[in-house]
């Protein structure tokens, strides 16, 4: 009888230290940071030596930041130059219609393996269930522009016609990616989208008959803010961060934050970067 109660005991020990120890386990176990959209998602430079891709991007500088407390916490970077929300949710566009990160051979073959970057991001949240801590996402930008039969750049914003075509394909095409990734991730994964700085206020500043440049920037913000309200994901105002509402003080954060005003690039520099993240970081719920 005794060794019997000794041999229940010790099951009994073993089981409560197998349950500490997976909690243990389940507090240390790996989580995933899930960054999605276009060249401010991969984190991207291109001052005057063609595209590079820094590590102090605004997803990695979150991510460092988002470490502290989860150590644990790895960053998985999707976000590619040039995407927008058509290629986005459908693969490689005609340039002369919308940009895209390439060719579809570039897509499938050194991009994303499962066509397109949604069907990717999809793929792993799905793999990952329960393990995804966070998604962030920034699309949109890239749908305002597209290249001339010459190969030359046109962006919407200065075109005659204006942009509330393209503005009106972007709120459709955001609504089916949201819907899509919340699908995949579940009801409990933060999704934060954001809205972007308008890197022509220094054009509008120096120029008032241009104010209708910066208006139609403005209008693809507001855009952007309803459709990820309407499917009930947080935005990080990085619109607001830069100043959006006083131009001359947006200006001057676009030509001290990207390299807009030394090399004509309209991505961040390490500062713009930060300045991103911390944004994000406060729209995180």
Request: hydrophobic share 45%.
């Amino acid at each position: 009888m005794m060794k019997l109660r000794l041999s229940i005991l010790a099951t009994l020990v073993a089981s409560l230290l197998l349950a500490v120890g997976a909690r243990a386990d389940d507090g240390l176990a790996t989580r995933y940071y899930v960054s999605l959209g276009d060249s401010l998602a991969a984190g991207t430079n291109a001052t005057g030596v063609g595209i590079v891709f820094t590590d102090m991007g605004y997803a990695d500088q979150l991510h460092a930041a988002l470490a502290v407390e989860d150590p644990k916490l790895e960053l998985v970077k999707l976000g590619c130059p040039g995407e927008s929300t058509a290629s986005m949710r459908f693969g490689s566009q005609p340039p002369t219609t919308v940009l895209s990160c390439g060719t579809p051979a570039y897509y499938k073959n050194a991009l994303y393996p499962k066509g397109t970057q949604l069907a990717e991001a999809i793929g792993f949240l799905r793999a990952h269930k329960g393990k995804v801590a966070l998604v962030t996402i920034d699309i949109g930008a890239n749908d305002l522009a597209r290249l001339d039969v010459q190969g030359n750049l046109v962006l919407c914003e200065f075109e005659p016609s204006g942009c509330t075509a393209q503005i009106a394909a972007v709120a459709e095409n955001l609504t089916a990616i949201l819907a899509e990734l919340r699908a995949a991730a579940g009801p409990d994964v933060p999704i934060v989208g954001m809205t972007y700085y308008d890197v022509f206020a220094r054009v509008c500043v120096s120029d008032p008959l241009l104010l209708f440049v910066c208006s139609r920037v403005d209008a693809g913000n507001e855009a952007l803010v309803d459709t990820y309200a309407a499917a009930g994901v947080p935005v990080a105002d990085v619109a607001g961060a830069f100043g959006d509402d006083d131009l001359s003080r947006e200006a001057d954060h676009v030509c001290a934050w990207t390299w807009f005003c030394s090399d004509g690039d309209s991505h961040p520099n390490t500062t713009g970067y930060g300045v991103i993240a911390q944004a994000f970081e406060a729209a995180i719920p």
